[in-house]
């Protein structure tokens, strides 16, 4: 890691100074080795995550696109004039890199959000340390390298950095503590970004942080059954469930719940489940023993306080069947707690704003989906809901390369996309006395 820090130093103050257009061609030219490398992707991530096709394919659709975007924002780093109160005298905000910045990606979308994590950073000037999954090094850190290195990216720019099982934290450590990283950015569980954050705040240093989130939508009854049970399995089903933006809670108008929920667990039964690697899997492998058994205990304690299986509820192998659960209430620790898996509580509400209510009472604030016809009603949900995301009249699963994704709450805090400049560039006052003051 140490090595690594060296290098993303030493190679800071001439990556900083080359000219945004040197470095837009750089971004460019890798999206396009990317984008020839699709279809060597997508076995890739069925091997190393157990992605089934349908993520596979989103992953490497997208992930050039990254690479595009922070194509578009090398003039990003711009200042301003702003008034002075002394005669003749100049005042400017001056916007820069800040110099070295710290990537940790998770497992579960390793190239997109590896890419997210280190793409901005690199187009404001700054260089980087991208510490990937150790679930996920291939796609998520030496692929990545690979495409940087062939793009014609000087050396130092990137610098990938893979562990072992249990090691994680003393690369993190290392991040946190060398003076030289002056910004930290994680995507993970919010217990790690919790620990991250207090450690940073010892050493004074930013962290951007989006961590967990138990993502509602929320089903009005004017809602087309048919479209509102569509986009809740898509997003509580897409990559098994492991993705933070996943529908985690399903919440349903009365007036329609029973009819919802009979089209519901249809459609979810009829997801096939097996080898991420054919072409019809729908629901592949967990991505370890330890996710399965934990899910496995969230689904029976739901069940020992009340809840009902209405289909799935079963495994085998890592491959955990998609799973309906109903009569789930806010008493019940599976609603208070983010199930990073094929599994979805129903939860009836009153009416939209006891909806709302239901939706708004949790600790994390990440994103929310609200199905409605009612275009005007949905926008008023998604003013009171308390997440950094809302998408109306879709799932909660959603996520553009220049969007301001980001987290509230336990969630965490920064954005990325178009406003990500903020969170890696420094803001500067500086001033030009025209004329000796008196």
């Known amino acids: 890691t140490r090595l690594a820090i060296n290098a993303a130093a030493e190679a800071f103050p001439a990556w900083a100074a080359m000219e945004p257009a040197k470095k837009r061609i750089l971004f460019l030219k890798a999206a396009d080795i990317l984008e020839k490398r699709k279809d060597e992707i997508i076995p890739m991530l069925a091997e190393e995550t157990g992605a089934a096709l349908p993520f596979g394919i989103f992953q490497s659709l997208i992930s050039p696109e990254f690479f595009r975007e922070a194509a ?3 003039h990003r780093v711009t200042g301003k004039i702003i008034p002075a109160e002394i005669p003749d005298c100049f005042s400017m905000v001056l916007r820069q890199p800040v110099g070295v910045v710290g990537g940790i990606s998770p497992w579960n979308a ?28 291939v796609t998520g850190g030496v692929l990545i390298a690979q495409i940087f290195e062939e793009a014609g990216f000087p050396k130092g720019v990137l610098n990938v950095v893979t562990n072992g099982p249990g090691r994680s934290g003393e690369v993190g450590d290392e991040l946190v503590t060398d003076k030289r990283v002056r910004r930290i950015t994680f995507t993970g569980s919010t217990d790690v970004g919790r620990e991250l954050a207090e450690k940073c705040g010892k050493h004074l240093k930013k962290i951007t942080l989006e961590l967990g989130g138990n993502d509602p939508v929320i089903i009005l009854n004017d809602a087309d059954i048919d479209y509102a049970v569509n986009a809740a399995t898509y997003g509580r089903f897409m990559h098994q469930g492991q993705v933070c933006m996943n529908s985690k809670r399903i919440i349903v108008e009365k007036p329609i719940a029973a009819e919802f929920i009979d089209k519901f667990v249809k459609k979810v039964s009829s997801l096939k489940v097996g080898n991420p690697k054919n072409a019809d899997t729908i629901i592949g492998p967990l991505i370890n023993s330890r996710q399965l058994d934990r899910l496995k205990v969230q689904v029976e304690k739901a069940v020992s306080e009340g809840a009902k299986v209405l289909c799935g509820g079963k495994h085998e192998g890592n491959c955990y069947y998609p799973t309906v659960l109903s009569d789930v209430t806010e008493e019940m620790q599976i609603f208070r707690e983010e199930t990073f898996g094929p599994v979805a509580p129903v939860i009836t509400a009153e009416d939209w704003e006891d909806a709302v209510r239901i939706a708004n009472n949790s600790s994390y604030g990440l994103s929310a989906g609200v199905i409605t016809t009612d275009l005007n009603k949905g926008l008023r949900i998604a003013e009171r809901l308390e997440t950094g995301v809302v998408h109306v009249n879709d799932s909660s699963l959603g996520d553009e390369t220049h969007a301001p994704l980001g987290g509230m709450k336990d969630s965490g805090w920064g954005k990325n996309g178009m406003e990500a400049v903020e969170e890696f560039t420094e803001i500067r006052w500086v001033t030009l006395q025209m004329k000796n003051r008196h």
């Open 72 to 74: 578009s924002q090398v």
């Open 110 to 137: 390793p190239p997109v959000l590896s890419l997210r994590a280190i793409c901005f950073p690199i187009a404001y000037g700054n260089t980087t340390v991208l510490k990937p999954s150790s679930q996920s090094p």
